[in-house]
């Protein structure tokens, strides 16, 4: 663990928004994280669609912690470390399937999948059976907090970690329009798992408020017309939002009300209509009377989400997709990228085929725009760390004067939570860094924005 | 044979049958087209109705069978989307292929079929050797393919490709080519 002084030293960079290059790649920065960020804060593990059946499981990491995530017999979703209470054997060594009990292989304990010990061989002999050894207390343990929101699984390491509802706090405004867009929620499709040589904090950054590089990384897709209009270049009309835990982009859409302005990123009647059943009156405002739609966002800390609407064919109109994806830290140079399809489960048949191959075309393993966003980062990721590299403090300053003054006032008339500014900004990114901050010094509480 | 039109009835092509050249030469020519990023030659080896498939591969107890997800693909195509690849590949903002990855396709165990309609369906194992810049490491990636080959007055076109990658996590940094 790096010692507090120059830790200290590297908040101090980072709140100023001089980001010291070494926040990228230091192993004893990733070390801090590991224990005082992914150890405090609610993580991301699975979508409650992706186990619908009991016996159903997938297993998933909170950095180096595995653990089964799996729907039990009476329809529960509980997440089980996946260790041995004997001798720490990774019990369950698939990443997904459907199993009523896991049994260790080492010597042979067998647990249900709600976690309980049922199974001790020569359990007599061994222990003296359930007098000197009761297998009720050695189930697997579960993580110290669980819960969900709209069918998210979370976990914390923290036993004293917020209410989640109370960590997500605003940012469940905006998480609505992802994954809430009926009341029967989402289905996830995934993921896609693969690994970059990039630190886990840049795509989090990226997702979070990084409009200013759409026009310039992703041209090539503008070039090839897979957008009706220019669209990279409108991003400067896009309003940034961060509410307590989490913030994103938008896109400012054509005129129209509600329904003109969903139907213009390509979203069916039904659906719409279904979306203005579901979300508030406010939620409803944002798109209709204010008139953007959310595009990628980030849940601090590694949880990202993008939506967008490519064309999938010639002269096509646009097709919406959903994407949400994890940046799973691995080590300070890697990261492996979760990246699931999410669709509403009402939406037709039809719609969720063409939002499929949208989401493929653009994000994902083979996505276009995806492509060219991690070899910036990774190659971020490997210029930063050199010997001298680390000691540059990159510049995270756009929206504020030298003198740290904003450029520009947030908007008085935002109908959203949090704070909303229009035009480019680099105040997501700022705000975002500012939560790590905090969890590096060892804070719980929200950021207030 | 994953990739098979159910119950179609296929007949093995021995080595020594001009078939099975006919396909490996075909195999050949386009893995070096790949290589030589010569991606509108390539895409004139593919039919019209094309279709081009990846399917997720992931870790399961006991089997290999179920192997795959049903419903998540690295790649799963049509012409208009390798379309666009190859047209965005060609502009001048395409950064995670400029400066270009140097690739070998290498492909193996060639394995032919003759179906009912005359066209080939082939087997085949494939190694992608991927290097990029001067201080990475190089990148594989690979996987078993099932083609579909049509037979047209212009030669064997590719109708239908579907590649069963080994890796459940890629180590490759993006699929920005083509298996
Ligand atoms: S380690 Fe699991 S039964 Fe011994
Ligand atoms: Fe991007």
């Given at each position: 663990m790096p010692d507090d002084r120059w830790l200290g030293q590297l908040v101090g960079d980072v709140r100023k928004g001089w980001i010291p290059a070494a926040i990228y790649s230091d192993p004893g920065v990733f070390e801090a994280e590991e224990e005082r960020v992914f150890g405090r804060a609610w993580v991301f593990l699975a979508h409650e669609s992706e186990i619908p059946e009991p016996g159903d499981y997938v297993v998933r990491r909170i950095v180096r912690d595995s653990f089964i995530v799996a729907r039990d017999e009476y329809g529960e979703v509980r997440v089980l470390a996946n260790v041995c209470r004997h001798r720490g054997m990774q019990v369950c060594r698939a990443e997904r399937g459907n199993a009523s009990h896991f049994r260790c292989p080492y010597h042979g304990w067998t647990y249900r999948n709600t976690g309980d010990l049922v199974g001790v061989p020569f359990h007599e002999d061994a222990y003296g059976g359930d007098r000197e050894f009761p297998k009720s207390e050695f189930g697997l343990l579960s993580a110290p907090r669980v819960a969900s929101y709209n069918g998210l699984v979370f976990a914390s390491l923290d036993p004293g970690a917020p209410p989640l509802e109370e960590y997500l706090g605003g940012f469940r405004f905006y998480l609505d329009f992802y994954t809430?867009?009926?009341?029967a929620g989402l289905e996830v499709h995934g993921p896609q798992r693969w690994r970059i040589r990039a630190n886990w904090k840049i795509g989090a950054e990226n997702f979070c408020?990084?409009?200013?590089h759409t026009p310039y990384t992703h041209q090539s897709i503008a070039e090839i017309g897979l957008f009706g209009e220019h669209k990279p270049h409108k991003r400067k009309e896009g309003v940034l939002y961060f509410a307590d835990r989490g913030g994103g982009t938008t896109y400012k859409l054509p005129p129209g009300g509600f329904a003109d302005r969903l139907r213009s990123v390509g979203y069916p009647d039904g659906m719409i209509e279904r979306m203005a059943q579901t979300w508030s009156r406010e939620q409803r405002a944002l798109v209709g009377e204010a008139g953007f739609m959310v595009s990628a966002a980030t849940l601090f800390p590694n949880l990202s989400f993008v939506h967008n609407w490519p064309r999938v064919r010639e002269g096509g109109p646009p097709v919406p997709f959903v994407s949400i994806r994890l940046w799973q830290p691995v080590g300070p140079d890697e990261t492996e990228v979760y990246s699931w399809f999410a669709v509403d489960r009402l939406a037709p048949e039809e719609f969720k085929q063409d939002s499929y191959r949208s989401y493929l075309l653009s994000f994902g393993t083979s996505g276009m725009f995806e492509q060219d966003d991690v070899e910036n980062w990774t190659s971020i990721t490997a210029v930063a760390a050199g010997r001298w590299a680390r000691g540059l403090r990159l510049h995270s300053r756009m929206g504020l004067s030298r003198e740290g003054r904003l450029l520009r006032e947030p908007l008085a008339d935002w109908p959203g939570p949090g704070q909303a500014f229009q035009g480019f900004g680099e105040y997501n990114q700022r705000a975002l860094l500012e939560l790590w901050c905090r969890y590096l010094e060892g804070a719980r509480e929200a950021v207030e924005v | 044979m994953s990739g098979v039109v159910q119950g179609e009835e296929l007949v093995r092509v021995g080595s020594g049958d001009p078939d099975y050249h006919a396909a490996v030469d075909f195999l050949h020519q386009e893995a070096e087209l790949l290589d030589a990023r010569r991606w509108r030659d390539w895409l004139a080896l593919l039919a019209e109705d094309v279709t081009y498939e990846m399917p997720v591969r992931v870790t399961r107890a006991r089997t290999l069978e179920d192997s795959t997800l049903a419903d998540m693909d690295h790649f799963r195509e049509d012409r208009f989307a390798l379309q666009k690849r190859v047209e965005r590949l060609e502009t001048e903002y395409a950064w995670t292929e400029d400066p270009p990855s140097r690739t070998r396709h290498f492909v193996t165990n060639v394995q032919v079929f003759r179906a009912a309609s005359g066209d080939l369906v082939v087997k085949s194992y494939l190694l992608l050797f991927r290097s990029r810049g001067d201080t990475r490491p190089p990148e594989w990636v690979c996987g078993e393919r099932t083609d579909r080959l049509r037979r047209t007055p212009e030669g064997l076109r590719l109708v239908h490709r579907r590649l069963v990658v080994d890796e459940s996590v890629l180590r490759t940094q993006n699929l920005a080519i083509f298996l």
């Open positions: 809430r867009q009926s009341p408020g990084d409009t200013y | -």
